[in-house]
């Protein structure tokens, strides 16, 4: 188990640096920050060299890279060209994201699993269609336009819930703008679920302790469960990716001060600092995500922990 | 006790094969893998629905004018957020433009970048994913790590930052960029399938006969590693499409003059409640189209895996 | 080996005459998108405490559907069980509620399966999956579950027991999961032991070593046992008496010793003369022609006279009964004078 932590850990480092890398790249060499923060405008040459003097701009794209990421490591994320440190933005930002992931992250689990189980042992029958058929049809819907119909339905037509979300981000306000944030990733849940348990079903462990004379609860509940969810957990800590991405539409449309609003601002003002912080952080998120994914994949699957 | 073979047949496999997988085995003929998959295919009428709307909506992609003589472009200004009239069904946008013309033009951008985004991301994910998977050991560890740093990046996420840094806004931008970030998912998935293909029986016998490295990946391993493949790119093109939207959505893909539901579906998002059709048309229009791919893929999974046949 | 033995663990028997267990006239048929599979045709046979009873046959003929029914493993549907009885110490279990029906298996009837390796929990240890049968079945805590687990793993002769119980499934031989599967099927001391070809994924001299730890414990618990296999070799060593199925149905019950040498049905001559012998050394080895019949459809008459040296116009059209011979043996076969001495 020891080697098996050691080794995904190491693992981890070329992709932490390859990932943050190209995002840099991205945002600093692609594109011209400076041009960017005079919008419209063409800068004054002089002004425009010496903020590319300050801002290290001229200096070989690795050594800005080495700055950067020294800098994160203390904490330092750059500062806005605004004249707001990130990390004041990401201060206010993240608590919302968080909220609103962690509300999302509940209903896929609750919803998903729940969906997934109960189709998948009844597989061919009604339930097991009629989930299938609302799978279907979640997925493919764009989360923003089922963002957009449930607002205006849920939201505004029957008012039974808040179409927007205040300032202070209540977790109650967060439901539906969760529901749709979880939407087709519960929908995925759902379906890989179905599939995991309707396979393990026919399995001949399950036979077995059929045979063994346990009570059908507790072969569900210990043997079938506890071997189907392993896949659905690996793609749970996979979905955090989507989950945060999906976040910028969420909280566009339901005007949530959080993460994806920051980050579609930096976008919009082209605010290159910004744009790289958060994404850095939303990588890191989900690079770890998939490590502790993978680190209980070897708990719960003792063939990968002796492997 | 004595050496003994089996009398008649081996019994090993009782069950194994048979309806709810404990009964006995019917004899059939022998099949393939493909044959059973496409018998499998014809019997599904998801399939079918599916196949027909895909074909329908290439067409419509192609030649768009075979269903509307109306131009997307032909907008009216004093006709804005009109409903249905004669000549326009669906009635107009805030530009005044007819609805359905530009739900039936819109057809063109999303099957485009579906199919182009989904050919390119499984010709490198097969590329990447199949060496890696072959070759093993060094390779494997070089190109899995290449393909985890890309995965390590959310395609809506990297689109947003990749595309509005660039200022994109063009098909080929757009395809192009979920390709790159979307082929790990595939590489995956074609490198296990090919490491369980190399593991089969056959594919060590024409080994052991000798059987020269392309001859053994073209002719024992891609048959059988590309099922899986297959069945992701598939799922895989009904979520490029989705995303394509989105990106257009808010505003970071493609760009007008392309004609792409989601630019529609966002201008008219924030008019939802003084003119709903103009979201519902296109939004409806996008929803079927993903919904057909995603159901291809389903039918495509349902006749290659027979483990839940 | 016969009955005189008393066992105390087990209570007295209703009816003292009666068998462990019975099965009369089963039918199991699987209800399939390529239509209805007739597995068992009617299928009678009984087993007593202390006895072995081997049931012979190769794929498809029914051998497992009929142990998995009695067993109530069955998926139903596909399954369904249209007709028979199940009899276990003379009550039918076919109309026993559930529950009553759940608290039997493995702790009155217990099954040990083919291949231990995917019939074991691989995410669960084995000290785990053995001290459930104590846990459910009689209420155990799991430390005390734990202790018994390790005494059957001694029991079944697993080498450092006390390390070894917090071991998964992967981590041992095929022998040694075998004798896990074994130890689980012993843990509450069933009646009856139902072991469906207990030794086919083994080696060779490790199927000799696990044949022989369960005839052991079987002498020792007085249990009742089904054999399902094809290996003619197992089946000498241990069985009482055998029960040959081909197609869904018996085609010849006789005790172990007679069916050897005087078989009674063409089947059964035909599997004898196909096992390799020493004195045969040189000469090509004896095959049945053809396959076992699809069970979509059956053939006419007697199911196997496409394949029969002896099949005459009446096996093609008349499905023979099963005539009794002597004392338990009987032959579903219409020229089972001539077969047995010719």
Request: charged letters at 15%.
């Amino acid at each position: 188990m020891g080697r098996y932590v050691i080794r995904r850990l190491l693992q981890m480092v070329p992709v932490f640096i390859g990932t943050t890398f190209l995002i840099f790249v991205m945002v600093y060499a692609l594109g011209d920050p400076v041009a960017a923060m005079f919008g419209d405008r063409a800068p004054d040459p002089a002004t425009a060299a010496q903020i590319r003097e300050s801002l290290h701009l001229n200096d070989p794209l690795w050594s800005q890279y080495l700055q950067y990421m020294a800098g994160i490591f203390r904490g330092d994320f750059g500062t806005a060209f605004n004249g707001t440190p990130v990390s004041e933005l990401m201060g206010s930002a993240f608590p919302n994201t968080i909220k609103l992931t962690l509300v999302a992250f509940a209903i896929e689990v609750v919803v998903g699993v729940g969906l997934g189980v109960v189709a998948g042992m009844r597989r061919g029958r009604f339930v097991d269609t009629g989930v299938l058929v609302f799978t279907l049809l979640v997925i493919s819907i764009p989360t923003f336009v089922t963002g957009y119909l449930l607002q205006y339905f849920i939201g505004v037509k029957l008012a039974w819930a808040a179409p927007a979300v205040s300032v202070d981000v209540h977790i109650g306000e967060l439901l539906l703008p969760g529901i749709v944030l979880a939407g087709v990733s519960l929908a995925y849940v759902a379906r890989l679920t179905r599939t995991s348990i309707a396979e393990n079903i026919r399995s001949d462990y399950i036979r077995t302790a059929t045979a063994k004379g346990l009570p059908r609860r507790r072969v569900v509940g210990v043997h079938l469960l506890r071997n189907s969810l392993i896949p659905v957990i690996t793609f749970l800590g996979t979905d955090i990716g989507a989950l945060m991405g999906g976040a910028i539409v969420t909280e566009r449309i339901f005007n949530i001060q959080g993460v994806g609003y920051q980050l579609y601002q930096g976008i919009l003002r082209q605010n290159a600092p910004t744009v790289v912080g958060f994404v850095t952080i939303l990588v890191v998120v989900f690079l770890a995500a998939n490590l502790i994914v993978d680190l209980l994949y070897a708990v719960l699957d003792p063939r990968i922990r002796y492997a | 006790m004595p050496e003994m073979t089996e009398p008649v047949a081996t019994d090993r496999t009782e069950g194994a094969a048979a309806p709810g997988g404990n009964g006995p085995e019917p004899q059939a003929a022998p099949r393939s893998l493909w044959g059973d998959a496409w018998r499998d295919l014809r019997r599904n009428p998801i399939f079918y629905i599916s196949a027909v709307l895909i074909l329908f909506l290439v067409v419509l992609s192609i030649w768009p004018s075979l269903l509307t003589g109306t131009s997307p472009y032909a907008c009216d200004l004093g006709r804005s957020q009109q409903g249905p009239a004669p000549g326009h069904p669906f009635g107009f946008n805030t530009q005044g433009c007819d609805v359905y013309a530009r739900t039936v033009y819109g057809a063109r951008a999303s099957v485009t970048v579906g199919i182009c985004t989904t050919v390119l991301a499984a010709v490198i994910g097969c590329l990447f994913g199949g060496l890696a998977g072959f070759f093993g050991g060094w390779w494997d560890s070089l190109l899995s790590r290449i393909g985890d740093i890309f995965f390590g990046i959310p395609i809506l996420l990297g689109g947003i930052v990749f595309l509005s840094v660039i200022k994109g806004g063009s098909i080929f931008t757009v395809v192009l960029l979920m390709a790159v970030l979307g082929w790990p998912q595939i590489a995956r998935i074609a490198r296990s399938a090919v490491i369980s293909a190399k593991q089969q029986d056959y594919v060590q016998a024409a080994r052991a006969l000798g059987a020269s490295t392309p001859r053994m990946l073209l002719r024992h391993i891609a048959p059988n590693a590309l099922a899986p493949v297959i069945v992701v790119a598939t799922i895989a093109l009904g979520t490029y499409i989705s995303l394509e939207a989105t990106l257009s959505f808010l505003g970071v893909g493609l760009k007008p003059p392309t004609v792409s539901w989601g630019i529609d579906i966002s201008s008219a998002a924030t008019q939802i409640r003084n003119a709903p059709h103009m979201l519902l048309y296109p939004a409806g229009a996008l929803s079927v189209t993903v919904l057909a791919f995603i159901m291809l893929g389903d039918a495509v999974r349902d006749a290659l895996d027979p483990k839940l046949r | 080996m016969t009955s005189t033995e008393k066992t105390p663990a087990v209570p007295a028997p209703r009816d003292a005459d009666s068998p462990l267990l019975q099965v009369r006239d089963l039918h199991v048929e699987f209800h399939t998108r390529d239509g209805v599979v007739k597995a068992v045709n009617g299928v009678n046979y009984s087993v007593s405490a202390g006895e072995t009873l081997a049931v012979l046959g190769e794929s498809g003929s029914g051998k497992s559907v009929t142990a998995q029914a009695v067993m109530g493993i069955l998926d139903m549907p596909p399954a369904k069980i249209p007709r028979g009885e199940i009899r276990f110490r003379g009550q039918d279990m076919l109309t026993m509620s559930g529950e009553a029906r759940r608290k039997l298996r493995g702790a009155k009837i217990a099954m040990i399966f083919q291949d231990a390796l995917s019939s074991l929990n691989p995410v669960l240890s084995v000290g785990y999956q053995l001290g459930e049968m104590f846990r459910v079945h009689q209420g155990l805590s799991k430390k005390a579950a734990l202790a018994r687990a390790v005494e059957l793993m001694d029991k079944v002769k697993i080498p450092a027991a006390k390390n070894r119980v917090h071991d998964f499934p992967h981590q041992f031989s095929g022998g040694m999961r075998q004798r896990i599967m074994i130890a689980m099927a012993l843990a509450l001391e069933p009646e009856l032991i139902i072991a469906d070809e207990p030794t086919t994924a083994l080696d060779v001299t490790v199927q000799a070593q696990v044949m022989d730890l369960l005839a052991e414990l079987q002498r020792e618990f007085h249990m009742g046992l089904i054999l399902i296999t094809h290996d003619l070799g197992v089946v000498a060593d241990v069985a009482d008496k055998i029960a040959v199925m081909y197609a869904g149905r018996i085609v010849e019950t006789a005790p172990v010793h007679e069916l050897y040498k005087n078989p009674a049905h063409p089947y059964t001559r035909g599997l004898l003369d196909s096992i390799p012998r020493l004195d045969q050394k040189g000469q090509e080895l004896y095959a049945i022609k053809g396959l076992p019949p699809n069970l979509l459809h059956v053939p006419q008459g007697c199911a196997f006279h496409p394949r029969c040296p002896k099949a005459q116009d009446i096996c093609r059209t008349d499905a023979p009964a099963l005539h009794t011979l002597g004392e338990g043996r009987r032959s579903a076969c219409h020229f089972w004078k001539e077969t047995v001495h010719g």
